[in-house]
T-cell receptor, first 112, second 112 residues
Framework: LAKTTQPISMDSYEGQEVNITCSHNNIATNDYITWYQQFPSQGPRFIIQGYKTKVTNEVASLFIPADRKSSTLSLPRVSLSDTAVYYCLVGDRSSNTGKLIFGQGTTLQVKP | DSGVTQTPKHLITATGQRVTLRCSPRSGDLSVYWYQQSLDQGLQFLIQYYNGEERAKGNILERFSAQQFPDLHSELNLSSLELGDSALYFC???????????FGDGTRLSIL
């Protein structure tokens, strides 16, 4: 499984758009990219998943360039409740298992 | 609500004891995963079951064991407990290895 690198922490203000970039230089052809959000003392919550180009759902967008060596999670107009840890993970579709390898994640602090 | 139920929410016990953590996956999900989250180690994958069969093992100690029953619920057994086993234990489930995992809210284990 490809290793991911993301900033340890980020600060933002309410109403702003937040972009969190994740580096995964050794991503393989069969790998897909998934982002999770975790609040203190709660389990991680699935946000979005993609393989290439752009994916958008009701809470976020995921941008993946053509070389797929990085990805950017975009959170539009964040609120205080978006303060959480965000994890970028790379998973192998061809693997026999779906186990996830979590890195340190990015702690996002949204200020009023 | 992720649909994954973990019991108990909190567990306090002493060193040397044995405990069982229980997980009921989302309806229809065949895969169950166990993760451990401690302050110094982050989220660590322990073990995965798929439709009753062990599918993958991660950093799971020999003192720990798990199983998935015919009704697809799973139990994680921790024995000869040590102070360092104090952590949040999360269960997650998914339809298959490709689909996103949905996490429960965890069991907080405190060893005194």
């Amino acid at each position: 499984l490809a290793k991911t690198t993301q900033p340890i922490s980020m600060d933002s203000y309410e109403g702003q758009e937040v972009n969190i970039t994740c580096s995964h230089n050794n991503i393989a052809t069969n790998d897909y990219i998934t982002w999770y959000q975790q609040f203190p003392s709660q389990g991680p919550r699935f946000i979005i998943q993609g393989y290439k180009t752009k994916v958008t759902n009701e809470v976020a967008s995921l941008f993946i360039p053509a070389d797929r060596k990085s990805s950017t999670l975009s959170l539009p107009r964040v609120s205080l409740s978006d303060t959480a840890v965000y994890y970028c993970l790379v998973g192998d579709r061809s693997s026999n298992t779906g186990k996830l390898i979590f890195g340190q994640g990015t702690t996002l602090q949204v200020k009023p | 609500d992720s649909g994954v139920t973990q019991t108990p929410k909190h567990l306090i016990t002493a060193t040397g004891q044995r405990v069982t953590l229980r997980c009921s996956p989302r309806s229809g999900d065949l895969s169950v995963y166990w993760y451990q989250q401690s302050l110094d180690q982050g989220l660590q994958f322990l073990i995965q079951y798929y439709n009753g069969e062990e599918r993958a093992k991660g950093n799971i100690l020999e003192r720990f064991s798990a199983q998935q029953f015919p009704d697809l619920h799973s139990e994680l057994n921790l024995s000869s407990l040590e102070l360092g086993d104090s952590a949040l234990y999360f269960c997650a489930s998914s339809t298959d290895r490709v689909q996103p995992q949905h996490f429960g809210d965890g069991t907080r284990l405190s060893i005194l």
